[in-house]
Structure formats: structure tokens, C-alpha cells
């Protein structure tokens, strides 16, 4: 292959060797670092390379194809290395310390309720200026969220975007679940240049002047403009839907919305996407051209109501990227290059990679750059077949566009949310259609209200109308049989196959031949029988392993959640993790994920220690979701894990919630579960945590104990009652000194041991004297907060153990 006769497979080889770099780069990075002597190796090899290209040019297009990606790997390998290292100044060295923060916000102030119902929660984005630690001030670079409480929605500051603030609280790092197929909040946050968060203290956030510059002063009161304009005409809550369709964001809109947009496979249309892009640009060409304007006039009017678009969203880093690709095809248009698309999004591609290479794990970035490759390269595939080819023009173009985006990114939605959407492609011909009225009629509306104030709130009120039937009926689809399916997550190797599927699908029929033949000759056929020999042995030896019982413990942050499944994918869980201080559903978004992500799609029961939210709250998310057999609670009163897992009285009633007596054994496909320990609730007791139920689970001569948030006293109870060896230990109270005593943990004598805690957290968890009792018994341990989901694997005898963020080791 030679670079001039195919540019765009040189361009794209190019794109995913410099990506491959960034990728090598991360994993050497997250595995611990990488010194200044691999850096520097890494120059070198490119410093060598380069001439080597010129050298060998003439003598072979296949070594100058190879060198190439070679060189661009470094190359990337050495863009997210720089882009990696942080100024000595950033608020992420901060993290841990009590600090004072003045900076200029950016975007519109995020509020909602908090989770218990007593008061409001508040964020807002900052760029920092100036940090106070201790006594000196000091300059301050990077941005970080800034949160706070309040009692009353009245004593949330006024904050808008481009106010001067000043916080005082505790900076924390950004820090997600740490679970395989969960997205990564820390390198989302740093793809938008997000390095720390700072929980504000009560009544310490203040606005203390205005940006000097007036333009974000003037789109804020713009987009406050069009809010009130909409609210004038509407329902708060349809006011929310379409502000948010506009301008992207979530806040106030109903959650039975959220659920059938998603369920549909059109949540996006409540996000600045490519899709808004693209429909902008639509709209300002067909203006274009009902106005017989010069091409290129056309070109600029759309670049320039992209731009005007893309800061009125905030310039959130989606709509940024969105318009950036948006912008480069209506220059695009103005050289007289549309059938040069594909190039142009992979130069865009390569160029915002190189500008900020973190974008690569940003998921909004991934889906829409697979998407708009979905739509250049499937589409006009798909457009060919004779059932579309022959269909009405509005059906072939929406099913076309429907199946090559959910195509392309088909892996994409098998890793990171397990479902496909059936029911996307009549939601695409019938619901997005309205949408994007409504988005066309609402946009004009709003700027026609400053002139024409009854007439925008008539054509407003229509929008609420049709807003209605929109939402309804996505509602009927989302509850059709069959609307979402799910989707086993794919590993690396099958989503290389997927896609090497389709680049070979798409190939035209001389491309296909050549490839066939190159197959059937002589080395063709070693490499295929390679292939399949290779794959046949993985199956054999995956067919003939002895079965294995694996226990997951996963990072739900200051919680206890486990999975155990059974040698023959049976499953359950030992509690389920909670929160207690924000607005975030752990069962529905953390444990549900993770559940689905390892092919658990009902639990044959859930085993709770006791009441408390961190143990059990995720419960009710779980439910909600998925079948789950039994549920085995401690001997507290139902109404109080009702309240925990915020449950109705009718969700309740659909499973059964029982207290098993202590010394009950329960074997699921030849596990067992025992109740070692359930202590009766008395009117006397101090602490819930002394009521917590202890539960061992065996297979073998592997056994794992979990003692929820057993104190001390109750240990001493426990084990003079009970012989509790196990081979691995929960470690009691996330690690706190009120537990894990030097007698309790001489009676288990566990190999292991883990330790469920939140990053950060505020309670000190695990005390440094529990870590010590533990190292001084020469236990291995594992903690949530710094390995992620840790994952045990045993056949009986032998045990494996994984975590999700260090490397493998094997006993």
C-alpha cells in the first residue's frame, strides 16, 4: 500500500497508531509512573526513526507505512506523557488540605435536591486563580468543581457564570468508581481539564466581583433570556426538558423522561452533540439556499452560528468537539471538498487528540467520533440495500443513520452500559423528528421574544404541546417487549474482530478479492490456521477449566458491596453499598453496571449485614432493575431498610425480606452460606452496627467472611461461640479501630484480607492501627479505595486474586 494511492488508509493507520501510543502511554503511567531515562529512550527512538523514513522511502512503501505508525505511537506515546504531568501550581496537589479558593466560574450553577430530602445541593465549575492554605496566598492554576449544601434553596448563592469566587473547604481529588466497565470520572474530569473538587464549608461561598471580560456576562444572560422566555410559555419541568435540548444539562427534568430518552436510545438529544451541530448546519443551508446565497457566504453563516451555538452551550468540552467538526465540514463545503468527510474527521480526529490527548478516554468523544465514522462510512453502505433503496427517502435516511451509528459504536455500548436499543430506530423516525422541531421552533422563539413576546409565547406553548406527545410517546416505546436487549460486554479482542468485520464489509469488490487471495496463498493460510488455532485453544482450555467460584468486591466508595458468583453462574450479593451525602444512586449506577458487566442478570438473593445506608441502600436500585430472589436482612425492623433503599410500600411487597435465625445455612449450586452471627435487635442497643448479621461463604477450603460493621464486643461474642477460620476477611467497619481486634483476627487467621473505604473519606477510614494489627499478622491487604473492584477466584484449593487497578497476582 502506498500512501499517495490510499491517503485515507495511511491517514487512518496513522490516527490509530498515535492513539495506540496514548493508550501504551496511560497503562505505563497508571501502573506506577515512568522515569525521566524511558522518556528521553522514547525521544530517541523517534529522533532515530525519522531519518530512517527518508532513508528507506524510495526502497519500500511498506516500510515507510510501518516506520510511520511506528513513529506516531511514540509520538503519541510522548504528547499524553507531557499532556499527563501537571504544573507544580495545579489545585490537584492541594488535594487533602484545607484550603481557601478564589477563581471565575464557568458554565451555569448546577442545583438539586439533596438525597434525604432536607435540604438542596449545589456546584458550580472554577477556574482557579489563587489558593490560601495556610497563611499565604499563592497563584493557583487548573479548574475544579466547587460544591455546598444549604437548608434552603433561598440561601444558595447567586452564581452565575463569570463571577469572581471565593470557597473555603477541604480539596479532594476527582475520583469515580474504580470497576471494570464503569466509566472513569478522573479521566473524564481531566479530558476537561478538571484535576479537584472542593466540598465547600457551610455559608463559606461567596461571589466577590465579575470577570473583567463581558462576553460571558452576555451569554449568561442570554441563556437566562431564553430560560425565562420558555418558563413564561410552559411547565418548569417542560421549561427544564427543552432548556436542556438547547443547552444541554439534566437538571430539573423528570426522571420518567430521562428513563424513556435513554431507554430509546435518544438521551443525547438533552446534550450538546453532533447531532445538534448537524441540525444547525442543516437549517442555516437550507436558509442558504431558499436565499440563492453564494456557497461560500452559506459556509461562513454556519461557522459563524456554530460558534455563537457552541459558546451559548457554556463551551462545554462536547460542544466544542462538536463544533469543531461541524466548523471543519463547512469549510469543507466552502473548498468544494464534501466527498473529502472522511479525511476531514480523521485529520479532526488526529488534531484534537494531539491538542488534548486525554480525550481519548472521554466517553462523549468516543461515541460521537464512532458515530459520525458510523454515518460517513455504513451509511451510504446500508443505503444500498434494495429494502432501503427502494424506501421512501425520510425512512431509508433516518433507519440508515439509526443502524450505522448504533453499529459503530456497538462495542462502545457493550463495555460501558451493557444494552442496545431496539427501539431507537422508531424513535428516530418518529420522536426525533418532533424533537427537533421543537429545538428549531424554540431557538428562533427565543430570539424573537425580545420583539414579539406574545407571539414566541404562543409558538412556545405549541412547543410544550408537542414536547408532551414527544415524551409520551417515547414513554410507549420504552416499555415495547424487546426495547432494550442486552449486550455482553466485549473484550478488546472480539471489538477488534467486530470492527475488522465491518473495514472488510465496506471494502469494494476488487479491495475484497485482493485480500481473499492474499489469504489463500501459502502464508495467508498459516497466519488463518494460526488464528483459529489460537482461538480454538483459548475455548478448549476455557471449556475444560475446572470450575471456579469467584467473589468480586466492588468500589461503591464509603460502602461495603461484594458479588459472589457460583461455579455455574449462579449469583448473589453480601450488601450493596449506599450514600448518604449526595443525590447518587449506587444500586442503579454502580452495582447494576458492574452486575451486568460480568453477565449477572438476576441474583438468587442478597445478604445484607444491617440497615445502614453504606451497607444497604443500593439495594433498592438493584430491584428496581433486575430479579433478585430473597433478601436476608438482620433483625432490624423492615420500615428501616424501606427507608434506606427508598422503596415504596409496593416495591417492597413484590420481594420477600426475611431475618434468618443465626446458624442457618443456605447452599446455592454448592456454595454455602452460613449465618454465623445475627444478634437481636433489644431496646438497649447504642448502635446498629452491633446488630450486624456475619455471614461466611464457602466453597472448598476457600471461605470469605463478612462481619459488616461488627464491634469489638460482638467479635468477643462471636468467636466464643464459633470457630470463624476463613481464608479471606471483609475487614469489619471499613477498617475502623472499632473493629478487627488482635483476638478476632487471630481466631480467622485469613491470607487475606479486604478493605471496602472511600477515597478521602471523612470518618479516617481505615484507621492506621487496624493497618497495622492486620500487617503484623502478616495478612495481605487489599483496599477499594486504592485497588478498586478486587476480584477473588478459587476452584476450592487454589485462589487467584485480581485488582482492577494493580497488576494480577496469583498464590
Not at 469572581?164 to 466509566?183: E, H, S, V
Not at 441540525?279 to 452559506?298: H, K, N
Not at 463545503?333 to 484534537?352: F, N, P, Y
Not at 467486530?498 to 471494502?507: C, G, N, P, R
Amino acid at each position: 500500500m502506498r500512501e499517495g494511492q490510499a491517503p485515507l488508509s495511511f491517514l487512518n493507520l496513522l490516527l490509530a497508531s498515535f492513539c495506540a501510543g496514548i493508550w501504551l502511554m496511560w497503562t505505563a503511567l497508571e501502573g506506577g509512573g515512568i522515569s525521566s531515562e524511558v522518556f528521553m529512550l522514547l525521544l530517541c527512538v523517534g529522533a532515530v526513526l525519522l531519518p530512517l523514513i527518508i532513508l528507506f522511502r524510495k526502497k519500500s512503501s511498506v516500510g515507510t507505512v510501518a516506520l510511520c505508525a511506528l513513529l506516531f505511537c511514540v509520538l503519541g506515546a510522548v504528547r499524553f506523557w507531557t499532556a499527563a504531568e501537571l504544573s507544580r501550581e495545579d489545585v490537584f496537589y492541594a488535594a487533602g488540605k484545607n484550603a481557601e479558593i478564589t477563581g471565575t466560574v464557568q458554565g451555569d450553577l448546577s442545583i438539586q435536591p439533596s438525597s434525604d430530602g432536607r435540604g438542596w445541593r449545589f456546584r458550580c465549575l472554577v477556574e482557579a486563580q489563587t489558593i490560601k492554605t495556610d497563611v499565604e496566598r499563592n497563584k493557583a492554576e487548573g479548574r475544579l468543581y466547587v460544591a455546598g449544601n444549604a437548608i434552603r434553596k433561598e440561601d444558595i448563592p447567586k452564581i452565575q457564570e463569570g463571577d469572581i469566587l471565593r470557597a473555603r473547604g477541604r480539596i479532594k481529588r476527582i475520583r469515580g468508581y474504580k470497576n471494570p466497565g464503569q466509566l472513569d470520572m478522573e479521566r473524564q474530569a481531566r479530558s476537561q481539564g478538571i484535576t479537584a473538587r472542593l466540598s465547600a464549608e457551610k455559608g463559606a461561598v461567596e461571589v466577590i466581583g465579575r470577570d473583567a471580560s463581558a462576553l460571558s456576562g452576555y451569554l449568561t444572560e442570554v441563556r437566562r433570556h431564553y430560560r425565562s422566555a420558555l418558563s413564561e410559555a410552559m411547565s418548569e419541568e417542560d421549561a427544564a426538558a427543552i432548556f436542556a435540548m438547547l443547552f444541554g444539562g439534566y437538571e430539573g427534568i423528570r426522571a420518567e423522561v430521562l428513563e424513556s430518552f435513554t431507554a430509546t436510545g435518544i438521551v443525547h438529544i438533552l446534550s450538546v452533540s453532533g447531532s445538534h451541530i448537524t441540525l444547525l448546519a442543516a437549517v442555516f443551508a437550507w436558509m442558504g439556499r431558499a436565499l440563492r446565497l453564494r456557497r461560500g457566504i452559506t459556509a461562513v453563516v454556519i461557522v459563524s452560528a456554530i460558534s455563537v451555538y457552541v459558546l451559548l452551550a457554556s463551551a462545554v468540552a462536547p460542544a466544542v468537539r462538536s463544533g469543531i467538526m461541524g466548523i471543519v465540514a463547512a469549510l469543507a463545503l466552502v473548498l468544494e471538498r464534501e466527498r473529502d468527510a472522511r479525511q476531514i474527521l480523521s485529520v479532526t480526529g488526529l488534531l484534537m487528540l494531539l491538542w488534548s490527548p486525554w480525550l481519548l478516554f472521554d466517553i462523549s468523544f468516543e461515541l460521537s467520533f464512532a458515530a459520525t465514522a458510523g454515518l460517513l462510512y455504513i451509511a451510504p453502505r446500508l443505503r444500498e440495500w434494495r429494502v432501503l433503496e427502494n424506501a421512501p427517502e425520510w425512512i431509508s435516511g433516518s433507519l440508515s443513520i439509526t443502524i450505522a451509528a448504533q453499529a459503530a459504536v456497538l462495542p462502545l455500548l457493550a463495555w460501558y452500559f451493557h444494552v442496545v436499543s431496539l427501539s431507537s430506530l422508531l424513535a428516530n423516525i418518529l420522536v426525533v423528528p418532533v424533537l427537533e422541531l421543537i429545538m428549531i421552533a424554540a431557538l428562533f422563539s427565543g430570539m424573537a421574544a425580545a420583539f414579539f413576546p406574545m407571539a414566541a409565547r404562543f409558538i412556545l406553548a405549541g412547543d410544550s404541546l408537542l414536547f408532551g406527545g414527544a415524551s409520551e410517546l417515547s414513554k410507549l416505546l420504552a416499555e415495547l417487549p424487546m426495547s432494550q436487549v442486552y449486550l455482553p460486554p466485549m473484550g478488546a479482542g472480539f471489538a477488534l474482530l467486530y470492527y475488522s468485520v465491518i473495514v472488510f464489509w465496506l471494502q469494494d469488490r476488487e479491495r475484497k478479492e485482493f485480500l481473499v487471495n492474499i489469504i489463500r496463498g501459502t502464508r495467508g493460510r498459516i497466519v488463518a490456521f494460526a488464528i483459529f488455532a489460537g482461538i480454538f485453544f483459548i475455548g478448549l482450555s476455557s471449556f475444560l477449566r475446572t470450575p471456579e467460584m469467584s467473589v468480586h468486591f466492588i468500589d461503591v466508595g464509603q460502602g461495603d458491596s461484594a458479588l459472589i458468583i457460583t461455579p455455574h453462574g449462579r449469583a448473589f450479593m453480601m450488601d450493596t453499598g449506599g450514600t448518604r451525602d449526595a443525590g447518587f444512586d449506587i444500586g442503579t449506577r454502580v452495582d447494576v453496571p458492574y452486575l451486568l458487566q460480568h453477565g449477572v442478570r438476576a441474583l438468587d438473593a442478597v445478604f445484607l449485614t444491617h440497615a445502614h445506608e453504606d451497607h444497604s441502600a443500593g439495594t433498592g436500585g438493584i430491584l428496581r432493575k433486575l430479579p433478585a430472589g430473597t433478601v436476608f436482612t438482620a433483625h432490624e425492623d423492615k420500615e428501616v431498610y424501606q427507608a434506606a433503599m427508598k422503596l415504596s410500600s409496593r416495591d417492597m411487597a413484590k420481594t420477600v425480606f426475611t431475618a434468618p435465625p443465626e446458624g442457618t445455612e443456605i447452599i446455592i449450586d454448592g456454595v454455602k452460606i452460613e449465618v454465623l452471627f445475627a444478634p437481636e435487635a433489644t431496646g438497649s442497643r447504642t448502635s446498629e452496627n452491633e446488630l450486624s448479621n456475619v455471614y461466611r461463604v464457602t466453597y472448598g477450603n476457600a471461605s470469605f467472611l463478612f462481619t459488616g460493621d461488627l464491634v469489638k464486643e460482638k467479635e468477643k461474642e462471636l468467636i466464643r461461640k464459633h470457630d470463624v477460620r476463613s481464608s479471606v476477611l471483609k475487614v469489619g467497619h471499613h477498617g475502623s479501630k472499632t473493629s478487627s481486634s488482635e483476638p478476632f483476627l487471630s481466631a480467622v487467621q485469613p491470607k487475606w484480607a479486604v478493605i471496602s473505604v472511600g477515597d478521602g473519606n471523612s470518618f479516617g477510614h481505615p484507621n492506621r492501627k487496624t493497618l497495622q494489627a492486620l500487617e503484623n499478622h502478616g495478612i495481605k491487604v487489599y483496599r477499594t479505595d486504592q485497588n478498586g473492584a478486587v476480584t477473588f477466584r478459587t476452584d476450592g484449593d487454589v485462589m487467584r486474586v485480581d485488582s482492577w487497578i494493580r497488576p494480577s497476582e496469583g498464590y
